[in-house]
């Protein structure tokens, strides 16, 4: 099997377990349980759940433990998105290749739709007590998605993004907005993997300098796509960042060195990835994708 057959595998995988969580349509909320389902079930890389599959399978951890989390952690991405779209934000009328979830169901709905998709995820990872007896590794992996999700995660770069569009921004500022916006679940996802699968707290400081390096290099791919990429290959509009006067690393440093800069980047994750050659050539992978 090569390696794009492994990843389809891997993504479908990821993917069956993520559906076995999304909430019935029915009774009164139907209509927000729709909207949320909406969102989930649109096509999407499955990127994060991967990464805490194979990181728990990295760290010989077995079961289901990992399952809630994996659902947890691709419903709070996904609210990302959600709130990313919206007119206050970036203002898109496509996503994965769908119409956005303000243009479907209203602008109201889609920031409730956004909330209620982010408490779910918890409702969700908190099931993962009823596989833990002790309950030690569930309590840690919630310590790590709170905090990965939060002010001090995506949610607080998303903030310095939103409150700087328009502006000049230093190198600094971006990395750190792009740490935090993007770097911080994946981050989160590498280190759950890890945690659940009972792996000591050097590799889990291992996993998460790795997400951060692969982060980085993955936003900074996301910069050269929304110039390089048409809206076919990337199922959303392109060129969004130029029309919300946004700074990127494209724009502060131009397409090449942006390009060497997610090079330089992809190969310092592969390195801390050193045991597992799927993880290493999925870097590779991302970094050359076209969507």
């Known amino acids: 099997m090569n390696f794009k057959e492994t990843l389809q595998k891997k993504t479908k995988e990821a993917e069956e377990i993520v559906l076995q969580y999304l909430p019935k349509e029915e009774g009164f909320a139907a209509q927000m349980a729709q909207a949320l389902n909406y969102n989930m079930t649109a096509p999407g890389k499955r990127l994060r759940p991967v990464l805490m599959m194979e990181a728990y399978r990295m760290y010989q951890g077995e079961g289901t433990l990992v399952h809630p989390f994996m659902a947890a952690m691709e419903m709070i991405h996904t609210h990302s998105l959600i709130h990313d779209d919206l007119p206050a934000l970036d203002n898109d009328d496509y996503r994965r290749g769908r119409k956005t979830t303000h243009k479907v169901y209203g602008e109201a709905m889609a920031v409730l739709c956004g909330d209620t998709l982010l408490n779910y995820a918890y409702e969700t990872a908190f099931l993962a007590f009823d596989m833990d007896r002790e309950g030690k590794r569930t309590a840690r992996a919630l310590q790590i998605l709170g905090k990965k999700a939060g002010l001090y995660g995506m949610l607080g770069g998303q903030s310095v993004d939103v409150m700087n569009d328009g502006k000049p921004l230093s190198r600094q500022m971006l990395d750190y907005i792009y740490e935090n916006k993007t770097s911080a679940l994946i981050e989160g996802s590498l280190m759950i993997g890890a945690v659940l699968a009972n792996a000591s707290a050097e590799e889990v400081d291992r996993m998460e300098q790795a997400g951060r390096y692969l982060g980085l290099a993955f936003q900074i791919q996301d910069d050269i796509l929304d110039v390089t990429g048409t809206k076919e290959e990337l199922g959303k509009p392109i060129r969004s960042d130029e029309k919300n006067e946004k700074t990127t690393y494209v724009s502060l440093e131009g397409i ?36």
């Open 256 to 291: 090449e060195k942006a390009r060497e800069e997610a090079e330089k980047l992809t190969g310092k994750a592969q390195k801390l990835l050193t045991g597992n050659h799927f993880l290493q050539e999925l870097l590779a992978y991302l970094m050359n994708r076209k969507k």
